[in-house]
């Protein structure tokens, strides 16, 4: 089959969207200019909302076996102990930072794509592009020939520097930071505690000390000197920064990976322009405290590939793809304010401003947006579309459990269609189900009615999801004919009450009525 979507860049936005594409029945070209795998650590946290999706993709088991669970950070001001982030209590299947380096997961996301028959073609490279009224046109290089070739839909998950984005001649508008980072991944020695996480934070620089897994850690310095690109500082540089924050006892030794980076605070003006998206690094930069880079373009392609998905085979209407751009878009906007914020708490970005204006951790008043640090950072507060009600649309469904042997959440939802999650104390009428059922037909097979019930018996539509003592009910604070409507994506979509079907008819008509017939095979 010729493929429909060019996937440009095979980091972990575009393979996350290539399986994402997959399960859909969507033929994509994954191409990746650089002709080996990738060897740098780079991103090492992989946060808790991250891993509910990625299980959805059935890789979450793996990568908790290959990562290292950090459920405790610990802040620091000059070496005294100012307060301590617990995610251990996070509202997750997942209630740690998984700290696992870039290239491993990577790794795995590449291996379910091989295993599922699906490659990154190396050595091959965008070099430009034009969009036409039903198709773009791309030009690429692939090994030594060039060619050009026509899709339905191109995706720039091409970096930072993304040719994609500069081909649509779209701006990559905001700041950089008058400061780089020194990293490294190594050993160290110390009698502090080896499961933590640790950020020493002094009035001229801060010093993260994360654990991996098989007694390594990762170190991440902050420098005020600007680092030339490409530099990697000495195992001598990294001793004399240990020295200067006098952190009692700590040594380190066998560095396997030296690197350096800049701190960025950038987002492309637009991440969709008729059929070309943008996705990952190439549509935001953030800062890297907090941990969002590879987090939010896993999020991306999470909320793009669905969309991308129902519109190419005939069900999602253009305003669907368009949910796209205005729903990441405005969680980038968040995204750049918040991480600008807590960079701000650990360098002392606003040392100048009125003491009422400082964002500097140790200040008393900005202890509160600390307390929120590990919900933040786990992207589990992420929400689209207006602030309503905690468990409303535009919030992630909450994870909740179950009793022992039944499915939890995470089991009920998911896997690549729609499920309307229905509260009912009697199983409902078959009259009641066909209502149900049709007000759903514009997704026409993309749903399933999942009944939240503790009764027992069978239905004429749907499966019932069993809840002896309301576990999931309570969780999900849903009355009786109450139902939720969640994405493919684990999004609430729409809350409401089988008394009025009408809200949710009109929404799903705008929404998934197929205005786009199926695409033509366009490539070739
Ligand atoms: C030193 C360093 C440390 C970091 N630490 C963290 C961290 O701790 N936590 C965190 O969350 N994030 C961190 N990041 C950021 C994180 O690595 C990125 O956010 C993440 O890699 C983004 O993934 P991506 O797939 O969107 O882009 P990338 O990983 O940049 O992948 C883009 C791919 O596209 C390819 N490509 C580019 N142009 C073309 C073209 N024209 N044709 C074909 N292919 C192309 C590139 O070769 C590349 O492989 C760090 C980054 C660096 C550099």
Redesign the pocket.
């Known amino acids: 089959m010729n493929a429909q979507v060019l996937i440009?860049?095979?980091?972990?936005?575009?393979?996350t969207l290539a399986l994402q594409l997959q399960r859909f029945g969507i033929a994509f070209r994954l191409?990746?200019?650089?002709p080996k795998e990738?060897s740098?650590?780079?991103?090492?946290?992989v946060n808790p909302a991250s891993l509910t999706l990625l299980n959805d993709l059935g890789l979450a088991t793996e990568l908790v076996a290959k990562g290292h669970k950090t459920e405790v950070i610990n802040l620091l001001y000059h070496n005294q102990p100012l307060t301590r982030a617990r995610f251990s209590r996070l509202p997750s299947k997942y209630p740690y930072f998984l700290m696992l380096p870039?290239p491993d997961t990577e790794a795995v996301l590449e291996q379910r794509l091989n295993d599922l028959g699906h490659y990154i073609e190396r050595d091959?490279?965008?070099?430009g592009l034009q969009t036409h009224d039903e198709q773009v046109e791309v030009e690429l290089r692939e090994g030594n020939q060039t060619r050009r070739q026509r899709y339905a839909y191109v995706v720039g998950?091409?970096?930072?520097?993304?040719?994609?984005r500069n081909a649509l001649g779209l701006g990559f508008t905001g700041y950089d930071y008058n400061m780089h980072f020194i990293?490294a991944d190594l050993c160290i020695h110390w009698d502090g505690e080896h499961q933590q996480g640790f950020y020493f934070i002094r009035d001229d620089g801060f010093l993260i000390l994360l654990p991996l897994k098989n007694g390594y850690h990762?170190i991440?310095i902050k420098v005020a000197e600007q680092c030339p690109p490409g530099y990697k500082p000495s195992l001598q540089e990294i001793r004399d920064y240990i020295a200067r924050y006098e952190i009692p006892g700590l040594q380190v030794s066998d560095p396997i990976w030296l690197?350096?980076?800049p701190f960025y605070n950038r987002s492309a003006s637009t991440i969709r322009q008729e059929r070309v998206f943008l996705?990952?690094?190439?549509a935001h930069?953030f800062s890297?405290i907090g941990?969002?880079?590879?987090?939010?373009?896993i999020a991306d392609a999470f909320n793009l590939g669905w969309k991308l998905g129902y519109a190419i085979n005939g069900i999602g209407s253009d305003a669907l793809l368009q949910s796209y751009a205005i729903e990441r878009e405005q969680n980038t906007h968040t995204l750049l304010a918040k991480t600008d914020k807590s960079t701000s708490l650990i360098a002392r970005l606003d040392r100048h401003l009125p003491a009422d204006e400082q964002h500097y951790l140790p200040l008393l008043r900005n202890r509160p947006f600390i307390r929120q640090f590990p919900l933040e950072t786990a992207g589990l507060t992420l929400r689209y579309g207006a602030p309503k009600g905690s468990l409303d649309s535009g919030c992630m469904l909450p994870y909740a459990c179950n009793s022992a042997g039944l499915p939890d959440s995470l089991q009920a939802v998911g896997q690549a269609h729609h499920t309307l999650l229905l509260a009912s104390h009697v199983l409902p009428s078959a009259t009641v189900l066909q209502n149900l059922h049709d007000a759903l037909a514009p997704l026409q097979a993309n749903v399933q009615i999942q009944v939240i019930s503790a009764a027992e018996g069978s239905l004429a539509f749907g499966q019932i999801l069993p809840d002896p003592h309301h576990c999931l009910r309570k969780a999900w604070q849903l009355e009786d004919g109450e139902y939720l409507l969640v994405r493919p994506d684990l999004f609430i979509e729409q809350r409401g009450h089988l008394d009025d079907l009408d809200a949710l008819r009109q929404h799903l008509t705008y929404h998934y009525v197929p205005e786009l017939q199926p695409h033509a095979r366009l490539a070739g």
């Open positions: 440009v860049g095979g980091g972990p936005t575009g393979m191409i990746e200019k650089r990738p740098g650590s780079k991103a090492l946290s870039q091959c490279e965008l070099l998950c091409d970096g930072g520097l993304s040719k994609v990293l990762r991440v690197s350096s980076a996705a990952g690094d190439a930069m890297p941990g969002f880079g590879m987090n939010s373009g």
